[in-house]
């Protein structure tokens, strides 16, 4: 009989990413009592991460598992569920994860749920929410396989803090195969001029149609966003106009963001941007039309020329920072 | 080589959405549709496999009813050579894994060596279909791609990996491929390619013709109790003095939300 909860914890260089934090708190709130294993691949260790929920850490290393591979992160997964006999399997909604579960869903037959942002228990299930149409609604997400698959949208839930409790380490021997081994990563290649993607971002700051022109986003908004440490975004009027390249855009024709805090200089605020940014958690907007519909969800509106704005508020950013 | 693009039909990207009956589903009385945007760009790089040579023969796949068939048409008008529709009343309902079940049946039968995708479709956001359909034949796989080489039997794909970084991946073919924005600038339709769309052919195929039982009955994913998202609460709206603003602006986020 299937019970506990399996969390894919991933990690960097063996330090596990914040969502395995994330991750893990959530498991141990909905398992209620049930075992939550913290599944490393290609990373030894992790007993630490009993302190933030786990009862059991798997750790499955090897040649195979050095990198990211599609195949070899289903072969895990797939060992990992049959070893463990979990109800439910949850991983970040990274872009790795969001490549190798639907495979791992075919291959099992268990329903999967993309990027769900809440989870509770109910009648002994787990059921996912999570937004639709680009974030324009919502629905639950009732699986009914014996295994309930959910890839979660980051910063969905708190970061718990450590109980400094350990949780037993053991390994799993994990042999990939076939079309598992046949398609591998040869290599990467770094963007110029993204510095985090903005779908990991903790912080954005956006331009649009009001920056007017490439060098009014490069002048207004990049500062004001290296100022704070954050990605440089841009809505669909700043993009189609030339002013930023389609890997800025946030939207539902973009990316869905989730960040801490997001600031909007120039965005009128069009459904199709809203859908994409509404879930963050600190909206500011900039913005000389005090009833554009960005002023709906911010949480601070600045009613004001961002090409007045922007450059004050990036110096008042640098000074409270520094000090 | 014949090659298979999946495209889906979904509500233009500013429509606004309105929830049906008791929270059952989405309100499509007034909507729009369009094709797909990532599909566009599936297609787009299955044309240009056509174009220089790669590709023998390019077939346009959905799933749905006969308003797909518009969507069809402008695909046929771009270069596709033929549609399938897949439409049957047990469809509905299904989930992801019973239409890649569909479509998988039919990339078999229709012989294709290669099956383009976009990244994921804008409407249920599930990114799911394209990996499933490759797990389901057994085929090599790789997702949100911007960039593509194909070599004798095998592809090189440049594959987005978070954090600006992005993984090149090597498999062998046959493959399943799903596109990304980046990967090339979709062509329209000219006048002499809807001309030749009216004179090709899309077949409608029922789930006893493709080979799959009800796909709605064997769903293990069923989606309940949709709704909007909840309403943000109001939030505080400064004015005066720009330097005013941004030294209040500086202390609230600090202060008040505690982000800085």
Redesign the interface.
């Known amino acids: 009989m299937a019970s506990g909860i399996l969390v894919l914890c991933e990690h960097e260089a063996g330090a596990p990413k914040k969502t395995a934090f994330e991750l893990l708190g959530k498991a141990a709130s909905l398992a209620g009592g049930a075992p939550v294993t913290a599944l490393l691949i290609g990373a030894t260790g992790g007993g630490q991460l009993g302190g933030y929920g786990a009862t059991a850490v798997l750790n499955v290393t090897g040649g195979d598992f050095t990198t990211v591979n599609t195949g070899s992160t289903v072969a895990a997964l797939q060992a990992a569920i049959a070893a463990v006999q979990p109800a439910v399997v949850l991983a970040p909604a990274s872009l790795a994860a969001k490549d190798a579960f639907p495979r791992l869903a075919a291959r099992i037959g268990a329903g999967l749920g993309t990027e769900v942002t809440e989870l509770r228990a109910e009648g002994g299930k787990v059921i996912g929410r999570r937004p639709m149409y680009g974030g324009k609604a919502l629905a639950d997400v009732n699986i009914t396989s014996s295994v309930a698959l959910f890839t979660v949208r980051q910063n969905s839930f708190p970061q718990p803090t450590s109980t400094g409790a350990a949780a037993p380490v053991s390994a799993l021997a994990v042999t990939v195969s076939g079309v598992d081994a046949a398609t591998k990563v040869v290599g990467q290649e770094k963007s110029t001029n993204t510095v985090v993607d903005l779908t990991e971002a903790d912080r954005i700051v956006s331009g649009g149609r009001s920056v007017k022109s490439a060098e009014g986003y490069d002048k207004m908004i990049r500062p004001l966003a290296a100022a704070l440490g954050a990605t440089p975004g841009a809505s669909r009027a700043a993009v189609d106009a030339g002013y930023a390249s389609h890997s800025h855009q946030v939207g539902q024709t973009g990316k869905t963001v989730n960040p801490t805090l997001y600031i909007a200089a120039g965005i009128s605020g069009a459904i199709q941007h809203l859908a994409g940014m509404r879930t963050s958690r600190v909206i500011v907007a900039i913005n000389t039309d005090a009833d554009a519909p960005i002023f709906q969800v911010a949480s601070y509106g600045l009613v004001g020329d961002l090409f007045t704005v922007c450059p004050l508020l990036t110096d008042e950013l640098k000074a409270a920072l520094a000090g | 080589m014949k090659v298979g693009v999946c495209l889906k039909q979904v509500?233009v990207?500013?429509?606004?959405?309105k929830?049906g009956a008791s929270g059952a589903g989405?309100d499509m009385a007034e909507i729009k549709f369009e094709i797909n945007?990532y599909d566009e760009n599936a297609l787009e790089e299955a044309l240009k496999l056509k174009d220089g040579g790669k590709a023998t023969e390019v077939v346009v796949l959905t799933l749905g009813g006969a308003g797909t068939e518009t969507m069809l048409r402008d695909a046929l008008a771009r270069g596709a050579d033929r549609a399938v529709r897949l439409d049957d009343p047990s469809f509905a309902g299904a989930?992801?894994?019973g239409v890649?079940k569909a479509l998988a049946a039919v990339v078999q039968s229709e012989g294709l060596g290669l099956v383009l995708c976009g990244r994921h479709a804008?409407?249920?956001?599930?990114?799911?279909?394209?990996?499933?359909v490759?797990?389901?034949l057994?085929?090599?796989?790789?997702?949100?791609v911007s960039q593509l080489e194909l070599g004798a039997g095998s592809f090189?794909a440049?594959?987005?990996?978070?954090?600006?970084?992005?993984?090149?991946?090597?498999?062998?073919l046959p493959?399943v491929i799903s596109a990304d924005?980046?990967l090339n600038t979709p062509r329209s339709a000219n006048l002499k390619g809807i001309m030749a769309a009216k004179k090709k052919a899309i077949t409608v195929l029922s789930a006893d013709k493709v080979g799959v039982g009800n796909l709605g009955a064997s769903a293990?994913?069923?989606?309940?109790?949709?709704?909007?998202?909840p309403a943000?609460?109001t939030?505080?709206?400064?004015?005066g003095e720009?330097?005013a603003?941004?030294?209040e602006?500086?202390s609230?986020?600090?202060n008040e939300?505690k982000?800085?």
Do not use: Y
């Open positions: 509500p990207s500013d429509s606004r959405i929830i989405i945007a989930d992801s894994l890649a804008m409407d249920d956001d599930n990114a799911q279909v394209p990996a499933m490759a797990e389901l057994g085929w090599a796989q790789a997702t949100v090189k440049w594959r987005a990996a978070g954090g600006g970084v992005r993984d090149i991946v090597e498999g062998s493959a924005k980046g293990v994913v069923k989606l309940t109790n949709f709704g909007l998202p943000r609460p939030g505080k709206v400064l004015r720009p330097a603003m941004v030294k602006l500086v609230l986020l600090r939300a982000v800085i």
